[in-house]
């Protein structure tokens, strides 16, 4: 199951960038285990992140920055019990949401769990350290597209 974000709306922020600099756009190579954030034609950043696991596979295809929220609060999708956001909460520091379906809400968040990076075992979400979530977080904004590859 995707992740469960409760997002009151004074948590919700956008970050700024340079809008007089060639747009920017985030590529996910899940087989790589990694997202590169590109400025035209040129990466100029990647991070090591943790995609979906096999049962619960990270969508795949063309998509947008939808939300950008600081110090997301997590909502259990098994027990619907709300966790205090911060750094040791399942969704870290940030949260960047790119999907939403019925399987529930999809982005790139902080995690405490650090061993995961790397690996395919989330549940369709993409965990990165929490300060390169934060990071990436400074250089997107609601409408970056963001493309999901093999």
Not at 26 to 49: H, N, T, W
Not at 96 to 122: M, Q, R
Request: aromatic share 8%.
């Amino acid at each position: 199951m995707a992740a469960s974000i409760a997002v009151p709306d004074e948590a919700t922020a956008t970050a700024e960038i340079d809008t007089a600099a060639e747009a920017v756009r985030v590529v996910l190579r899940l087989g790589d285990r990694k997202v590169f954030l590109y400025q035209g034609e040129q990466a100029i950043v990647s991070y090591p992140v943790a995609v979906g696991a096999a049962a619960t596979p990270t969508p795949q295809g063309q998509f947008e920055v939808s939300k950008l929220v600081i110090e997301p609060i997590w909502q259990s999708p098994w027990t619907g019990e709300m966790h205090a956001p911060g750094p040791n909460s399942a969704l870290g520091l940030r949260w960047i949401g790119f999907h939403t379906s019925e399987s529930g809400s999809f982005g790139f968040h902080g995690t405490p769990t650090l061993d995961s990076i790397g690996k395919a075992v989330s549940n369709g979400c993409v965990r990165m350290r929490n300060e390169d979530i934060v990071a990436l977080f400074s250089q997107v904004t609601i409408g970056t597209p963001v493309k999901v590859e093999p």
